[in-house]
């Protein structure tokens, strides 16, 4: 069965950083794309970022190119996401989800399994 546990949320003041965990089972990192989606509260789900080990693929939002880096460690069978200067603009949940055997960054329909989420909040 699979399942994604994400861990890693809490509050930070603005400028500051946080490291979040998506720890993954029953599946192997190697074979999987495993995107990072926030949303705020009022808003939609938005993509942030994506990693495929199978094909080398990274990805980025916009809104957090140059801020955020997406990692992974097979070993652990673990994603992270390290978010540096945050603001209050980042202030969300935080979901990691996986898709098996896919080439690229799926879009966000195309993605089979979701954790549970993490609460960021950047206090100004």
């Known amino acids: 069965q699979v399942q994604l546990v994400e861990s890693g949320g809490g509050l930070v003041q603005s400028g500051g950083s946080l490291r979040l965990a998506c720890a993954a089972s029953g599946l192997s990192l190697h074979y999987s794309a495993i995107g990072w989606f926030r949303q705020a509260p009022g808003k939609e789900r938005e993509g942030i970022s994506c990693i495929n080990s199978k094909d080398g693929t990274t990805s980025y939002a916009d809104s957090v190119k140059s801020r955020f880096t997406i990692s992974r460690d097979e070993a652990k069978n673990t994603v992270y996401l390290q978010m540096n200067s945050l603001s209050p603009e980042d202030t969300a949940v935080y979901y990691c989800?996986?898709?098996?055997?896919?080439?690229?960054?799926?879009?966000?329909?195309?993605?089979?399994?979701w954790g549970q989420g993490t609460q960021v909040t950047v206090s100004s």
């Open positions: 989800a996986t898709r098996i055997w896919f080439r690229g960054c799926p879009t966000l329909s195309e993605y089979d399994y």
